[in-house]
């Protein structure tokens, strides 16, 4: 079975480039170009495993995962953060509020498929993303 990969961000090609890179490698793929797009999805699609950029227009990606984070049927998603503006103590922030990893754009293509390989795979003593 293939992992569900939900991509949010407002960059059109940002979303087409993470997506072919990631179709590419076996995974099935939902795109959403904002917040309101990704809360819905991730409710409807249940992805395995979210790919979030901070900064959009309207809602950021930070409040989106606060969002994601209360609701019941999202709340146990991996979120990897993705940005074009890393600040020195983004990084720890958001892996502070309880995502799994943080990717900075410009992104290494092999870098980016192994943080989605790990955040996919299931930890010691739980038993996958959706424990």
Do not use: C, W
């Not at 979303?15 to 797009?37: D, F, G, H, M």
């Not at 227009?57 to 979120?79: Q, R």
């Not at 990717?103 to 870098?111: G, L, R, V, Y």
């Amino acid at each position: 079975m293939q992992n569900k990969i939900l991509i949010v961000d407002d960059e059109p090609h940002i979303l087409q480039l993470l997506s072919a890179r990631l179709k590419a490698n076996q995974y099935q793929v939902i795109a959403a170009s904002n917040a309101e797009q990704a809360f819905r999805a991730a409710h409807e699609e249940k992805p395995d495993l979210i790919l979030l950029d901070i900064r959009m227009p309207g809602e950021t990606g930070m409040s989106l995962y606060e969002s994601l984070a209360i609701s019941k049927s999202t709340a146990s998603i991996p979120i990897i953060f993705i940005t074009a503006y890393p600040q020195d103590n983004m990084r720890d922030k958001v892996l502070a509020m309880g995502a799994v990893d943080f990717i900075a754009k410009p992104f290494n293509a092999d870098e980016l498929l192994k943080k989605v390989k790990n955040a996919l795979t299931p930890q010691p003593g739980s038993e996958g993303p959706h424990a």
